[in-house]
């Protein structure tokens, strides 16, 4: 079995910045990718950004440039820097990867809480 924590929503005013981390704890072979999705109240959930364990990444157009995600392999961990936070990006941020376990796995985190004050 594999976990996903996230950590580091909050509460933050238009041009801030916060920082999301998100773990993969459990019974892990390989880690194929991590990344992050967000769901707004209304709104489907949608695709953010996606690193890959060898470093490539790839970005939703809304939060390229503004937006950064990096992994650190001997962690398990995925970070998202966001800077200059605009009020739609207000959403439930999830954490997800793509896992070896006892075979290749999709896995998810709960989710964190981000809101933009405008």
């Known amino acids: 079995q594999v976990q996903l924590v996230e950590s580091g929503g909050g509460l933050v005013q238009a041009g801030g910045s916060l920082r999301l981390s998100c773990q993969a704890s459990?019974?892990?072979?390989?880690?194929?990718?991590m990344g992050w999705y967000r769901q707004a109240p209304g709104q489907q959930r949608e695709f953010v950004a996606r690193?890959?364990?060898?470093?490539?990444?790839h970005y939703t157009d809304s939060v390229q440039g503004r937006f950064s995600i990096s992994i650190d392999n001997a962690k398990n961990t995925v970070y998202l820097q966001m800077n200059n936070l605009k009020p739609e990006d207000t959403a439930v941020y999830y954490c997800?990867?793509?896992?070896?376990?006892?075979?290749?796995?999709?896995?998810w985190g709960r989710g964190t809480q981000v809101t933009v004050s405008s």
């Open positions: 997800n990867a793509q896992v070896y376990s006892d075979g290749y796995g999709d896995y």
């Open positions: 459990g019974n892990i072979f390989s880690i194929n990718h």
């Open positions: 690193v890959f364990s060898e470093g490539s990444t």
